[in-house]
């Protein structure tokens, strides 16, 4: 309905235009609607051992998520919450609110149902506690010890890599790594635990402990960074095996523009190796990495229905996050990963991207990213949309893709990365999407 005010308003703009030389007046321009941009990065805090200059590169990772020109954030692997708290504390200027949920290894799944609608059965005993597999165990820890401990000969220090663990100890492992299903549980425990657990750490949790072979005991290594005020907070625990794998969950409450629900996670990776079996109780009876691909696939299909009962089929919402699965682009030499779980979230989600966006790997072996080692060159970390049209994406791109990190052994002229000079902050380089909040 036009004002009531309209009429007397048309006389003198008409009084204006009959006196001017130019009778067609400019269009007002049209205000551009309020954006956001969105950002999602997997730090790769995950243990020294495991995670390659993770003390060099944890100071530049909180400095450049603090100086972020983003919106939202969605962090994956920050597996300690003395990590998180530093991030989230050193952000808080540029990202007053934050989310994070701790969990530990008494946290239930939401869903712990398999993809035949059974309820697993959960262990009575811990995994390693049968005398025979223990023993095997035992033999493994004692050749840490003597040879990759973070204190030389004795089972208090850490591993002091995975790499030393492969070189020195594989003889001792394999009695365990391809042996009963016992042994091969027992391996998983000790393997999910070694990034992290002191040497008689991991011997003591995998045989006393039914609930030990998940890492950081238990924590889900999710952060939640935003601008804006998050509300209806909550996380998702979703079934996972060595990892705690969950979804965080809020609306998004921006000043301008429509409210809309948030969503970071981080699904299971899936190993192809031989050293990385499947232990679970989701791989549908498979062992190698088609196990892992099973579990992967079953977490997609428990995120899509969560994402449906807290946001609706339709409403507008942003998946963030660390998927491990990814399209295969041949022209941008991307290869496929989790591609039963890739087209299953393609079908139900829109990827933000511009008409114009140039493809790239965000895990990249192909000598892109140094630290990136022991997989396919993919894109596996994704900006999804759900209910917002994709003409709302003004721009898009990878993100914290800079070498900004020196390794020790830069230069040391017998350092293994001597030629290296300087490193991204993780093994993954981030993703970010700008959208427009109202059509």
């Excluded at 309905?1 to 001017?20: E, F, G, N, Q």
């Excluded at 869903?111 to 035949?116: E, L, R, T």
């Excluded at 979703?238 to 409450?253: I, S």
């Excluded at 523009?257 to 899936?270: A, S």
Aim: net charge negative; with cysteine.
């Amino acid at each position: 309905m036009r004002p009531r005010s309209a009429p007397a308003l048309i006389a003198p703009l008409a009084l204006v235009a009959a006196c001017s030389d130019d009778t067609t007046l400019a269009p007002l321009p049209k205000p551009e609607a309020p954006s956001a941009t969105f950002v999602t990065f997997n730090a790769n805090l995950a243990g020294a051992s495991y995670s390659k200059y993770e003390s060099e590169r944890r100071g530049p990772i909180v400095d450049a998520i603090s100086r972020l020109e983003a919106d939202v954030v969605c962090l994956q692997e920050v597996w300690r919450q003395s990590d998180k708290d530093s991030i989230s504390q050193s952000a808080r200027a540029r990202f007053p609110h934050a989310l994070s949920v701790q969990h530990d290894l008494g946290s239930a799944v939401d869903d712990p149902q398999d993809q035949s609608g059974q309820v697993p059965g959960q262990p009575a005993e811990a995994v390693c506690a049968e005398p025979a597999v223990r023993d095997k165990l035992l033999a493994v820890m004692d050749c840490m010890a003597q040879n990759c401990s973070t204190i030389p000969g004795s089972d208090l220090g850490q591993a002091t890599s995975t790499d030393c663990a492969v070189q020195k100890c594989t003889q001792a492992a394999v009695s365990l790594l391809f042996g009963t299903d016992a042994d091969k549980k027992c391996y998983g425990c000790a393997a999910a635990l070694l990034p992290t657990e002191t040497l008689v750490g991991i011997r003591e949790q995998c045989t006393t402990d039914p609930r030990a072979g998940i890492a950081f005991g238990g924590q889900n290594g999710l952060l939640i960074l935003s601008r804006f005020p998050l509300e209806d907070t909550g996380a998702w625990v979703l079934p996972g095996t060595w990892n705690r794998r969950a979804v965080l969950r809020a609306r998004a409450v921006p000043a301008t523009g429509t409210p809309f629900h948030v969503f970071c996670t981080h699904l299971t990776e899936i190993y192809n190796l031989p050293a990385y079996p499947y232990t679970g109780v989701y791989g549908e009876g498979q062992t190698g990495g088609k196990g892992w691909e099973n579990e992967q696939l079953l977490q997609a299909h428990k995120l899509i229905a969560h994402v449906s009962s807290i946001a609706g089929a339709e409403g507008a919402a942003v998946l963030l996050g660390g998927f491990a699965a990814g399209p295969q682009l041949v022209d941008y030499a991307i290869e496929p990963v989790g591609s039963a779980t890739w087209d299953l979230l393609s079908t139900r989600f829109d990827e933000a991207l511009t008409p114009d966006h140039v493809a790239g790997c965000t895990f990249c072996t192909n000598g892109e990213n140094p630290l990136a080692i022991r997989a396919p060159s993919a894109w596996v970390d994704h900006v999804l949309l759900q209910g917002i049209a994709l003409e709302r994406v003004v721009a898009s791109a990878r993100d914290l893709t800079d070498s900004v990190v020196s390794p020790p052994d830069a230069n040391d002229a017998g350092g293994p990365d001597a030629a290296v000079a300087r490193v991204p902050l993780s093994d993954h380089f981030g993703m970010r999407a700008t959208v427009r909040l109202s059509p």
